[in-house]
């Protein structure tokens, strides 16, 4: 297992630390509290956890009393936390659970996509400060003291600028920062063009953050009991997407459509109306739309329809990129969504983009509609 030890305390300020490293849980108290916790949460969904997991157990267990003491003014916040694993690993699942548990008020839990489209419209709107950066947080962040961020992902040079700064001023603000990704640090950014301006942020999450692997061969997502509850896990993969199909389903082939004002930026649609909207694939990915534009459509929609997906390997990888984000978040967002397509969901997904075999790990929970299958009624 590939992971950096605990090291001492952090202060709110940078260069100060206490002597002693973060303990291990001791018999009673709030982390002995949080395994409890866990266990229940674990034995509640009939999961067996692997051996990584109960290590990155045990890490959040060793933080819940220090932070609950920092959050008191005793100490200053533990180190950071950093966990990274295949898809399907629990990595959310351990976020979450221990997010809900931690009994403090002043906490966060967002989709790294969320909080950096909040992030950028904060910075715009305070563009005219002197700290735009430091203003937008005081917004964000009013005092929070855990701040977890899941799916943490980086593919964009410009995102990538703002990362240092972002990291240095949240651990100079003395929040505990819990992260999420399917990427260890130096998986980041791995295009070769950019790779090396991101080194900065790696070396950054590499000291001031305890690194720390979720292994085991158990993809929770394929468990049966995972998602029953979640609304995206109600939408549909149909394929071929013929006429028989599409009378069953009540979506007819593509129209004239309408024009939807998103922001600054205006969408064709083949419909929208009392919380549903459809799109062809290339009304909504071969423009230059992006994650702020989805959250927005959110905001309004709850049942999506995408239409006509192609072969993604026929699409360039900006347009892979754009559809692999609309899936976390929709998936994030819990909305419920029907994929068309005229090709089966593995061939369709067959493609090079990067963050691919999230978005086949997530959609692979839609509710099939083969040729040989009925829909679901009521899904």
């Known amino acids: 297992m590939n992971e950096t030890p605990d090291v001492p305390f952090k202060l709110p300020w940078r260069g100060k630390t206490r002597p002693a490293p973060l303990p291990p849980v001791p018999a009673d108290g709030p982390g002995r ?7 229940r949460k674990a034995a509640q969904q009939h999961y067996t956890l692997s051996s990584g997991q109960w290590q990155v157990i045990d890490a959040l267990a060793r933080r819940t009393g220090p932070l609950l003491e920092a959050v008191a003014g005793k100490v200053g916040v533990p180190q950071s936390l950093y966990l990274y694993g295949k898809v399907g690993r629990g990595k959310s699942w351990l976020l979450d659970t221990f997010f ?3 009994p403090i008020a002043a906490k966060r839990r967002v989709h790294f996509h969320v909080f950096f489209n909040q992030l950028h419209q904060g910075m715009f709107r305070h563009r ?3 700290d735009a950066l430091g203003a937008t947080l005081n917004e964000l962040l009013q005092g929070c003291r855990l701040l977890c961020f899941d799916e943490f992902h980086v593919h964009d040079i410009g995102d990538a600028m703002l990362m240092t700064r972002l990291f240095k001023a949240l651990f100079e603000r003395g929040v505990l920062l819990i992260v ?4 260890p640090p130096l ?3 791995p295009n070769p063009l950019y790779h090396e301006r991101f080194l900065p942020v790696i070396r950054l999450i590499n000291s001031d953050m305890q690194v720390q692997e979720v292994g085991g061969e158990q993809d929770y997502r394929a468990l049966p009991s995972v998602g029953s509850g979640q609304r995206f896990t109600q939408g549909r993969y149909v394929w071929p997407g013929d006429a028989a199909q599409r009378q069953a389903l009540g979506v007819p082939a593509s129209g004239p459509g309408q024009v939807l004002q998103v922001g600054q930026r205006r969408l064709r649609v083949q419909a929208a109306s009392q919380g549903f909207v459809r799109f062809t694939f290339s009304e909504l990915f071969e423009q230059a739309t992006a994650v702020m534009d989805y959250l927005a459509l959110c905001d309004t929609y709850d049942d999506w329809t995408i239409d006509q997906l192609p072969l993604l390997d026929d699409c360039t990888v900006a347009v892979q990129q754009r559809f692999i984000n609309l899936v976390d978040v929709l998936y994030d967002q819990d909305k419920r969504l029907t994929l068309i397509s005229a090709y089966p969901l593995a061939q369709a997904l067959q493609a090079k983009a990067i963050d691919l075999m999230r978005s086949q790990s997530r ?3 839609l509710q099939p509609y083969g040729p040989l299958e009925s829909p679901r009624q009521g899904a």
Do not use: P
Request: hydrophobic share 45%.
């Open 187 to 189: 998986g980041l950014l």
């Open 363 to 365: 959609l692979s929970q």
């Open 100 to 102: 809900q548990a931690v």
């Open 180 to 183: 999420t990704s399917n990427y």
């Open 128 to 130: 005219e400060s002197r």
């Open 33 to 39: 509290a949080m395994i409890v916790h866990f266990e």
